[in-house]
T-cell receptor, first 114, second 109 residues
Framework: SAVISQKPSRDICQRGTSLTIQCQVD?????MFWYRQQPGQSLTLIATANQGSEATYESGFVIDKFPISRPNLTFSTLTVSNMSPEDSSIYLC???????????FGPGTRLTVL | GQNIDQPTEMTATEGAIVQINCTYQTSGFNGLFWYQQHAGEAPTFLSY??LDGLEEKGRFSSFLSRSKGYSYLLLKELQMKDSASYLC??????????WGAGTKLIIKP
């Protein structure tokens, strides 16, 4: 298993500003992911954070809006840029580990945009 | 396209048994996961199936039929703390995890 921490746990931000969310893992992992979960909805994959190269974004998500850094195998950041109220959501990072590629999740960051 | 279907919501009584179904259509198959997610918390791993049959773990069991593209999660002796969303997810041929929309389980006393 892997232990994952995220900072901040929650934030309230003004429209037009940006927020960077940090994700730290207690061991080196290859696969790291960023998800969004809006109230009452399931998980939506934003992107896969690749170490040493650009992140791989899912349809509907672009680098300008959600820039991602992955400087090493234990850390990643997701920035939500030029925020609007529609970006209010829980943002979760996860890692895949083991032969089963099981995913372990961080506690999430609850973002409210006013 | 890739698709996972599960009921949106189910209601059951404390002490009873409930079965949550999941059907999937994916490009390849490398395993099926069930996760539990309490409101306001992150998903946590419940079970994993890669071969046909039943996997039992305490009060929870998970079944898989690969030929039918079908799985279920069985919860026995329901407790109030089992009220949560249950997410079905399938690993495809690229080892990408495809998520269902989740089933919200409501337990009544």
């Amino acid at each position: 298993s892997a232990v994952i921490s995220q900072k901040p746990s929650r934030d309230i931000c003004q429209r037009g500003t940006s927020l960077t969310i940090q994700c730290q893992v207690d061991s080196q992992v290859t696969m790291m992911f960023w998800y969004r979960q809006q109230p009452g909805q399931s998980l939506t994959l934003i992107a896969t954070a690749n170490q040493g190269s650009e992140a791989t974004y899912e349809s509907g998500f672009v680098i300008d809006k959600f820039p991602i850094s992955r400087p090493n195998l234990t850390f990643s950041t997701l920035t939500v840029s030029n925020m609007s109220p529609e970006d209010s959501s829980i943002y979760l990072c996860s890692v895949a580990a083991g032969d089963r590629h099981e995913q372990f999740f961080g506690p999430g960051t609850r973002l409210t945009v006013l | 396209g890739q698709n996972i279907d599960q009921p949106t919501e189910m209601t059951a009584t404390e002490g009873a048994i409930v079965q949550i179904n999941c059907t999937y259509q994916t490009s390849g198959f490398n395993g099926l996961f069930w996760y539990q997610q309490h409101a306001g918390e992150a998903p946590t791993f419940l079970s994993y199936n890669v071969l046909d049959g039943l996997e039992e773990k305490g009060r929870f069991s998970s079944f898989l039929s690969r030929s039918k593209g079908y799985s279920y999660l069985l919860l026995k002796e329901l407790q109030m703390k089992d009220s949560a969303s249950y997410l079905c997810a399938v690993t495809d041929s690229n080892y990408q995890l495809i998520w269902g929309a989740g089933t919200k389980l409501i337990i009544k006393p």
